[in-house]
């Protein structure tokens, strides 16, 4: 059974930088594609970024292309977001999830497995 396990989150200021990471566990990490989505408050989950199985292709939302890099290192079987220059409409709780499809990784019924999310909060 895939288990993920997200950490890193935490209280940062506008402008800041914050990475998290997201530990995976019980399958071959290499097979997956991983993807990162948030859930901001009064709002659906959103899909934020995504890194395919061998790292060489990745997706963003535009509102985090430039800020945000995702990266993954196969051999820790760990997943990464770097956060950079966040700002308040950040605020949200972050989940990663795993895929085994190789397209379309912005839509989430592609993902089959979700860490529980750590809570991110950008104050201005």
């Known amino acids: 059974q895939v288990q993920l396990q997200e950490s890193g989150g935490g209280l940062v200021q506008a402008g800041g930088s914050l990475r998290l990471s997201c530990a995976f566990s019980g399958r071959p990490f290499s097979s997956y594609a991983m993807g990162w989505f948030r859930r901001a408050p009064g709002k659906e989950r959103e899909f934020v970024a995504a890194?395919?199985?061998?790292?060489?292709?990745?997706y963003y939302t535009d509102s985090v292309k430039g800020r945000f890099t995702i990266s993954r290192d196969n051999a820790k079987n760990t997943a990464y977001l770097q956060m950079h220059s966040v700002k308040p409409e950040d605020t949200a709780v972050y989940y990663c999830?795993?895929?085994?499809?190789?397209?379309?990784?912005?839509?989430?019924?592609?993902?089959?497995?979700w860490g529980q999310g750590t809570q991110v909060t950008v104050s201005s």
């Open positions: 890194i395919s199985w061998s790292g060489s292709s990745t």
């Open positions: 999830a795993a895929s085994i499809y190789i397209d379309y990784l912005r839509l989430e019924y592609h993902y089959d497995y």
